[in-house]
């Protein structure tokens, strides 16, 4: 006589949904959830990282690149001189008033809390914008200057569209290739911030050493 079918099966086979978990995604998405959050966090913190080095990098620089007039005027820069470069021209402020509104001719971009002002130098005309963060610039100063700050253009600056507008209320040159010197972005202005800089950093190694130190449950296994 057959007795095949009335043999036990041991224990584990008779209840498999017990000891076993179907493969897939959504299975090793169920398991590995704070693998998710801690990838997130990587990504999060990755972010900050990549921004903040550059910051930290134009902390560093030293004495700024020198644009004399006559290259800005040819529209031409020094050899190897670059979008973010720390330099620094020598000028007049040029604050002439509009003849319409009769104020100075000080192009204003300003949203939430700030606000940023622009103006020619008499010596470059338009080919050339200074950009003053949040403190209106001193109409009364008009002497020779040396303006530093980050090189950037008008096609670059922060708040794009608004800066277009105020440029236009104010008579100034729109031209997105026309080069801006950011006062207010200065590697003094960053190395008193490094600290900040350096737990952001710090933040983003933990992320990632949390990542690596904690096991993960492989995709097609328990």
Same mark, same amino acid.
């Given at each position: 006589?057959?007795? %095949?079918?009335?043999?036990?099966?041991?224990?584990?086979?008779?209840?498999?949904?017990?000891?076993?978990?179907?493969?897939?995604?959504? $299975?090793?998405?169920?398991?590995?959830?704070?693998?998710?959050?801690?990838?997130?966090?990587?990504?999060?913190?990755?972010?900050?990282?990549?921004?903040?080095?550059?910051?930290?990098?134009?902390?560093?620089?030293?004495?700024?690149?020198? +644009?004399?007039?006559?290259?800005?005027?040819? $529209?031409?820069?020094?050899?190897?001189?670059?979008?973010?470069?720390?330099?620094?021209?020598?000028?007049?402020?040029?604050?002439?008033?509009?003849?319409?509104?009769?104020?100075?001719?000080? $192009?204003?971009?300003? %949203?939430?809390?700030?606000?940023?002002?622009?103006? *020619?130098?008499?010596?470059?005309?338009?080919?050339?914008?200074?950009?003053?963060?949040?403190?209106?610039?001193?109409?009364?100063?008009?002497?020779?200057?040396?303006? %530093?700050? !980050?090189?950037?253009?008008?096609?670059?600056?922060?708040?794009?569209?608004?800066?277009?507008?105020?440029?236009?209320?104010?008579?100034?040159? %729109?031209?997105?290739?026309?080069?801006?010197?950011?006062?207010?972005?200065?590697?003094?202005?960053?190395?008193?911030?490094?600290? $900040?800089?350096?737990?952001?950093?710090? +933040?983003?190694?933990?992320?990632?050493?949390? +990542?690596?130190? *904690? !096991?993960? !449950?492989?995709? +097609?296994?328990?």
């Amino acid at each position: 006589m057959d007795t %095949r079918d009335q043999q036990k099966l041991p224990d584990h086979e008779l209840r498999p949904e017990q000891h076993y978990e179907e493969p897939g995604l959504g $299975a090793w998405i169920r398991r590995n959830s704070w693998l998710l959050v801690r990838l997130f966090m990587v990504m999060v913190f990755t972010f900050g990282a990549s921004t903040t080095a550059a910051n930290f990098s134009y902390g560093l620089e030293g004495e700024p690149l020198a +644009l004399s007039v006559e290259q800005l005027n040819n $529209a031409e820069l020094p050899p190897g001189t670059e979008l973010g470069d720390y330099v620094e021209v020598t000028g007049t402020p040029d604050f002439a008033p509009d003849p319409e509104s009769e104020q100075p001719r000080i $192009a204003v971009s300003a %949203r939430y809390s700030a606000a940023y002002y622009y103006f *020619r130098l008499e010596e470059t005309g338009d080919n050339l914008l200074v950009q003053i963060a949040q403190t209106p610039p001193d109409v009364v100063e008009t002497g020779e200057q040396v303006w %530093r700050g !980050k090189l950037a253009t008008v096609g670059t600056v922060i708040f794009h569209d608004t800066t277009q507008e105020g440029l236009e209320i104010a008579g100034l040159p %729109r031209d997105e290739s026309i080069p801006v010197i950011e006062t207010g972005d200065t590697p003094e202005y960053y190395r008193q911030i490094f600290p $900040a800089y350096s737990a952001i950093i710090g +933040l983003w190694v933990l992320s990632i050493a949390w +990542l690596v130190w *904690r !096991k993960n !449950k492989p995709m +097609l296994g328990p």
